[in-house]
């Protein structure tokens, strides 16, 4: 299994920014998908937002964080980023950096979350 740390969580207002941090160790983490998987209290998980190994450079957005969260590498610092702009109250979720061989398209692996490496997760809350 891949170790994948998360960082960058924390606590901001609607409107605000947080980037979040995924790094690696012990592999190059570029040789695979990873994606941001989030999910909130009692609800199912969700992905957000994926990017292709270096072989595929496709990314993929769930509707509703489409034009605020981009996602992207570091391959220097061997890190993936989540830039998470204009955040909502119903984005207040628990952030896992998740990754894996690339075995079908990028959307396919994010919207079913097929990850098979994952991180600790880290606590994003929206709030006034």
């Known amino acids: 299994q891949l170790q994948l740390v998360e960082s960058g969580g924390g606590l901001v207002q609607p409107g605000g920014s947080l980037r979040l941090s995924c790094a690696a160790s012990?592999?190059?983490?570029?040789?695979?998908?990873v994606g941001w998987v989030r999910q909130a209290p009692g609800k199912e998980r969700e992905g957000v937002s994926c990017?292709?190994?270096?072989?595929?450079?496709?990314?993929y957005y769930a509707d509703g964080v489409k034009g605020r969260f981009p996602i992207s590498r570091d391959n220097g610092k061997n890190t993936v980023y989540l830039q998470m702009n204009n955040l909502k109250p119903e984005d207040t979720a628990v952030y896992y950096c998740?990754?894996?061989?690339?075995?079908?398209?990028?959307?396919?692996?994010?919207?079913?979350?097929?990850?098979?490496?994952w991180g600790q997760g880290t606590l994003v809350t929206v709030s006034s």
């Open positions: 998740a990754a894996d061989w690339q075995i079908t398209t990028v959307q396919a692996m994010c919207v079913k979350s097929t990850f098979g490496s």
């Open positions: 012990g592999f190059t983490l570029n040789y695979y998908v």
């Open positions: 990017i292709g190994s270096r072989s595929d450079a496709s990314t």
